[in-house]
Structures are given as C-alpha cells and as structure tokens.
C-alpha cells in the first residue's frame, strides 16, 4: 500500500514535495532503466565477440549480409556523396569568393568530406537502409519463433544471426565511407570547376595540398566504430523485440534512433581523441590558410 | 529384426520402460509472475503425452523448458539422466541432436527455400551429406505427404498447413528421440487437423519416438494421446494445490469429478465470463456493471 512521504508538511508544501517525489520517480525509473539496457547491450556485445572468436562463421551466413550490406548499400551511399559535395559547394562558394578565395574551396569541401560527412553520412545511410531492417527481420524471427527454432536445432542464434551482421557492417563501413568520400569530392569537383568556373588546375592543387593521410585515416577509423554500433544496437533490439507487429515496428524504428543518435556522439568522443592523437604527432598542427 | 523390437515399433500402446524425461519440481516465473510451480512429471521411453489447459496456464512454456528454450526459476528437467540445466554448451548442442520440435506455426526460415529448411539440422550437426542429405530429405517430405516440387518453395508460398507438414519433417530429419509438438493443430481446417493427427500417429508407429504435444483440441488429444496431463493456471489455484489437475489415460477424462478438468473437457465457459467481468469491475469501479444488469448503486432514487 501507498503511505504519504511527507505526513507532517502543510498542505501546500506537501503538494509541492509531493510533485517533486514524483518528477524524480519518474527521472529515477528513466536513469535505471538506461542503466540497465546499457548493461544488457553491454552483455549482448560481449556475448557476440566471444562468439566470433570461438567459432568461424559460415560462408552461408556471411555472404548474403556482406551482399545486403555493401552491394545494396553502394548506389545510395554514392548519390548521397555527390549531392553533399556539390551542397557544400553551393553553400561555401560565395562566402570564399568574396574574401577572393574560391580556388580553396576545394580543400574546405574535400576535408569536410573526407574527415566528417563522409563517415556521417554513410554511417546513417547504412543505419537506416540496413540497421532497421536488420532490427525488423531479427524482430520478426523473434515473434515467429524462428530465433526458438534455431536455438531448438542447436543453433546459438548469436553465432548464426549476430555475428554474420556485425562483420559485414565492419567491414564493409570502411568501404563505403571511401565511396561517399570520392563521389562527394567528384561532385564538389563538378559543381565548382564546370558549373561554378573555378580553375580547374588551383582547385586540384588546393585539394591535393590540404588534405593529408591523417584526414582520410580518421574518417575510416571512425567508421568502423560506427558499423559496429548501428550492427549491436540494430540486432539487440531486434532480440528484444516485443511481439506484434508494432512491435517489429518499434524495434526498427529505435534502432536507427539510437544507432544515429550513438553515431553522433561517438563521433565527437573520436574526435576528441583522434585531434589528441593528432597534436601528439604533429604539434605544430596544420594550417588551412 | 528381433519380434518382440518390431511389436513395440507397430504397437499402438507404449512400452513401458524407464522415464526418458522428468521434471523435478520445475517451476517458471518472469518478474513476479508464476507461470508454473513445482510441477513433476515422468514421461516414459515411447509415450505420446497431451498437455492440455486454458490459455495463459504456462503448456507452451512447461514445452519450451523441456528442452532448454526456457531455464526453470527452480527444480530440474532431467532427460536420459541427464540434468539438462548442468550441461555445458557443447553438450547442450549435442543433446538437441536427439529433440525434435514442431512449432505452432512452423516456425520455418523465411529467407530459406523448403529444402534448406528441412536440411538445416542436418547441416548444422555436419551429417549427413550430399547425396544421402538430398535422399533423406526426399524421405522425410514425402512421409509428410508432401510433393517433391515444394522443395524450391519458400515458406510464404505455402498453406498453414502444408507449412506445419514441412515443420514435422524438418523435425524429423535427425529421427529424434523426443519430438515436441506445439498445438499441432491449432489454426487449421478440420481435415487438414485430422491429417496432423494421422501423421503423428504414424510417426510414432514408424519411429521409436516420445512424443509431447501441447493441445487445446480435445478431438485430437484423446485420438493421439496415450496420457493427458491438464496444467491450471496458477494465479487461479486454492492454496496448496498442484497446477496438474490430470493426469492420466484420456478415457478416464469423462470418469474425472473435478469440475475444471469437466468444464474445459466439454469446452464449457460455466461462470468464467461472469468471474472475468466481476475481476474488471474490481479492478475499475468505475466503469459500468456488467455482473449484475439489476444492480442499483443508489442513484436512480434520488
């Protein structure tokens, strides 16, 4: 039975104490409840790394997740690339031009493509295109029973289900961030030389000169931690998905919320810590201009 | 062939031998939930077991922990001697070799064609293969009745229970000793349920199987059944009760005086809409009197 915190306040502040109690209740049971799915997504990625190291998985399993990840994943991951470069172009353009600097504008959009955008971008074109159907095909299995039927065959369904997905998104990341990187660089290219008139020739040897193997290193760094996070968190919720289908649904639909908003953040913690990385290797930094 | 091994496999009745599957005051809960309580049951080499009961009284679960799907929250399931929650994961798989289970609505891979569904024990245990897989296949599909042009087929091409038919084949595959079977024949047109029926008998005469089957049709359950074991849902038991309100031969279902086997036996809802609408009135007083269309509660004198 319920009793009253606070029997012995006035009415007024009890009321007000009261709300209180019950605004942190409610922030509490949100705090735990984080709490614990992070440990549950925890023990799940940890399940799964001791899966793939204790058992190769079938060239069966792999190979349609390898196909469904990067063959499918390509031409989206390229038209998005071409459309953001030749974006940045248009934005960048006439802020460079007045200053008369519109020949660098090739480095501002090949280093914002190679260090940011292109990892971004192909990590949420492959969290939306593959992460929920990931989560909605795994979801389905789980309402279908056919994660039972497997477990009943002797099966382990992190071996057969998770691990497959996860090798491909890692993978693969890494080599569709490269694509989105070329084909935005070829659209920036395109808009500034042949639409904008800039010099073919300064605009190659800005984009040449500023942008550095570091710069590419990072953005493939980071893309790998970002398949890996759109792999565990689109399979997790895929797992515990509740039965029905808007359950199926809200698996998908979680999973590229939280995978996107992961990527993010993620993103500004390897930041942080590849420009640390950076300075230590080369204090004096680099200039743009 | 030994006369008497080839009676037992032909024979209608069980033989009677030693438990091949027990559970040791099992009991299942999520949360605080309890779906099952310290249920014990043996179940002999060769038997064909019905589990029966209402709704939401924990026969799918009280199935899924027989075989590992499902950990009990206490007691044992001991299968061939062997405490089934001690094995270690290799064993485990081991072990699943000699189950088999057909789920209630097949439960088959969507992204498989019919032939690698059926095949798919087969290769994850790595036997056999090539040729003899691709006959054994044959076999076991059309023991089910089922023509070798589905093979090709996926899933969604197929009926319910055409699916439920390629779900006892695939189950079959190993020749298991302990085939589950989860409402068979549930959702399906009478004949094609009579069919499930035949074919369950049949698999019991042509295998030396124990088979388990978790029913809600009373039809098939006296047919197929050697013993029936009816499971009530906990929440409703008086105190001290067992959640096994029968347990024995399916003629003696009509011979039994408790009054909850009669009623789910005779498929009768008795009082249980009453005690439902009562329970929601309970719980929300504020809604409008369902129990009882003359009750008064005062206002209309005023």
């Known amino acids: 039975m319920a009793t009253d915190p606070f029997p012995i306040m006035n009415s007024t502040s009890n009321r007000l104490l009261k709300n209180l109690h019950r605004v942190m209740s409610a922030w509490g049971s949100v705090v735990v409840q984080g709490i614990s799915t992070l440990g549950d997504i925890s023990l799940f990625a940890f399940q799964m790394f001791a899966w793939m190291f204790r058992a190769r998985p079938k060239r069966e399993t792999l190979m349609p997740n390898f ?11 390229a038209l998005t690339g071409t459309f953001i470069g030749m974006v940045l172009a248009i934005q960048s353009y ?3 031009k007045n200053i008369g600097l519109e020949t660098r504008l090739g480095a501002v959009i090949n280093m914002s493509l190679v260090r940011e955008l292109g990892p971004v971008l192909a990590a ?15 979801g389905t299995m789980r309402v279908t029973e056919q994660i039972d039927a497997l477990v009943s065959m002797g099966a382990n369904p992190i071996h057969y289900l998770v691990v497959p997905r ?23 290219y395109f808009y500034s030389v042949i639409i904008l008139g800039i010099d073919h020739a300064q605009y190659l040897r800005n984009s040449r000169d500023f942008v550095g193997g570091f710069d590419l290193f990072t953005g493939v760094f980071k893309s790998i931690f970002f398949g890996a996070t759109i792999a565990i968190v689109s399979c997790y919720r895929g797992f515990h998905c509740q039965p029905g289908a808007e359950g199926v649904g809200r698996a998908a639909t979680a999973a590229f919320v939280q995978s996107f908003v992961m990527i993010l953040a ?15 290797i080369w204090p004096t930094g680099a200039k743009l201009f | 062939m030994d006369e008497s091994i080839l009676n037992q496999l032909t024979s209608d009745s069980p033989p009677a031998t030693h438990p091949i599957l027990e559970t040791r005051g099992m009991s299942l809960q999520f949360g605080r939930q309890v779906v099952l309580k310290d249920i014990s049951v043996k179940i002999s080499k060769g038997e064909t077991v019905a589990i029966i009961g209402e709704s939401g009284c924990g026969k799918t679960m009280f199935l899924k922990a027989l075989v590992g799907l499902l950990n009990p929250t206490a007691g044992s399931v001991i299968f061939d001697g062997q405490d ?13 070799k000699r189950f088999g289970f057909v789920f209630q609505n097949a439960a088959l891979f969507d992204s498989m064609t019919i032939s690698q569904n059926i095949a798919f024990p087969l290769r994850q245990h790595g036997v056999p293969k090539g040729k003899q897989a691709q006959n054994l296949i044959s076999d076991r599909l059309s023991e089910v009745g089922l023509p070798s042009n589905v093979l090709t087929k996926r899933p969604s091409q197929l009926s319910g229970g055409m ?29 094609m349920s009579d069919v499930i029926n035949e074919l369950m008998m049949r698999t019991r005469k042509r295998y030396p199987v124990t088979s388990i089957f978790v029913t809600h049709d009373m039809h098939s359950a006296r047919k197929v059944a050697d013993r029936v074991i009816m499971l009530y849902p906990y929440s409703r038991l008086e105190n001290g009760e067992s959640q096994i309100l029968f347990d024995g031969p399916p003629e003696q279902l009509d011979n039994t005086r408790d009054k909850r086997v009669k009623q789910f036996v005779n498929g009768e809802a008795g009082e249980r809409l009453m005690e439902m609408l009562a329970s929601r009135s309970k719980r929300h007083p504020d809604t409008l009197n369902l129990v009882d269309p003359n009750h008064n509660d005062g206002t209309d004198e005023e």
């Open chain 1, 67 to 77: 196909y469904a990840v990067g063959v499918l994943s390509l031409p989206v991951v």
């Open chain 1, 94 to 96: 006439h802020q460079f």
């Open chain 1, 124 to 138: 949420t074109m492959l969290a939306g295109r593959v992460g929920s159907a990931m989560a909605a095909v795994l």
């Open chain 1, 166 to 188: 996860f090798l491909a998104c890692v993978l693969l990341i890494p080599a569709l961030t490269v694509m989105a990187d070329f084909m935005g660089i070829v659209g920036g």
């Open chain 1, 266 to 280: 993620l993103d500004i913690v390897l930041n942080i810590f590849l420009d640390a990385v950076y300075f230590a």
């Open chain 2, 84 to 96: 089934i929650q001690q094995l270690n994961d290799r064993d485990m798989t081991n072990l699943r």
């Open chain 2, 163 to 191: 699916r439920k038919r390629v779900g006892l084949a695939r189950a079959l595959i190993l020749e298991p000793d302990l085939l589950l079977y989860d409402e068979p024949t549930t959702g399906l047109d009478p004949i």
